[in-house]
């Protein structure tokens, strides 16, 4: 299975851009990439996912590098409310490779 | 909008004794996934179903069963629980497309084995 790496914890400012970095460098070419958070107590939440281009909602943006073995997750202005556990995920396409199986993900934490 | 919607939000159990915890998936949507997270873990895939039908297995154990109805409505069912199956269990649903589409979750319910 291809694997993500993410740092355990970033603290950011409020108001401030926050950068989250996913190392993926076994990922496939069928690979889409994942971002969900999870805020305390919630269940997790879809963030926004891409294949090879970079990627805006209304939520973050996704940057994607060129050979796509690291992909970057974009808040333009953290609020207290991202305060959240971040995973970045690899998912296939169709059958078992489509399940999202949650590795460890990054704690961000937004100080006021 | 209609979000999931799981029941028993907590449920307080003894050793050996059974489950059962219901998710009810956002309307139109046809897939079913189960998540186990431990305190301090991360999620864990259970069991998925597409249309009714069991789509994948994770890491869920004999003792664990679920099914898929026919309104698309999700039942786990446990038995002989043990003080390690204490977590949180997530139902999410989806609109299977075939392109990646996003899960949705729900809030989940909590089950503590005393």
């Known amino acids: 299975d291809a694997k993500t790496t993410q740092p355990n914890s970033m603290e950011s400012n409020e108001e401030e851009p926050v950068h989250l970095p996913c190392n993926h460098s076994?990922?496939?070419?069928?690979?889409?990439i994942h971002w969900y958070r999870q805020l305390p107590s919630q269940g997790p939440e879809y963030v926004i996912h891409?294949?090879?281009s970079n990627v805006n909602n209304r939520m973050a943006s996704l940057a994607i590098a060129e050979d796509r073995k690291s992909s970057t997750l974009i808040l333009h202005r953290a609020t207290l409310r991202d305060a959240a556990v971040y995973y970045c995920i690899l998912r296939g396409y169709g059958g078992s490779q489509g399940n999202l199986i949650f590795g460890k993900g990054t704690k961000l934490s937004v100080k006021p | 909008a209609a979000g999931v919607i799981q029941s028993p939000r907590h449920l307080i159990k003894e050793k050996r004794e059974t489950a059962t915890l219901k998710c009810y998936p956002i309307?139109?949507?046809?897939?079913v996934y189960w998540y186990q997270q431990g305190p301090g873990q991360d999620p864990q895939f259970l069991i998925s179903f597409y249309e009714k039908m069991q789509s994948d297995k994770g890491s869920i154990p004999d003792r664990f069963s679920a099914q898929q109805f026919s309104d698309y409505h999700s039942e786990l069912n446990m038995s002989s629980l043990e003080l390690g199956d204490s977590a949180l269990y997530f139902c999410?649903?989806?609109?299977?497309?075939?392109?990646?589409?996003?899960?949705?979750f729900g809030s989940g319910t909590q089950l503590s084995v005393l």
């Open positions: 076994t990922i496939s070419g069928t690979d889409y």
């Open positions: 999410a649903s989806s609109f299977r497309t075939g392109d990646n589409e996003k899960l949705f």
């Open positions: 891409g294949l090879t």
């Open positions: 309307p139109r949507h046809d897939t």
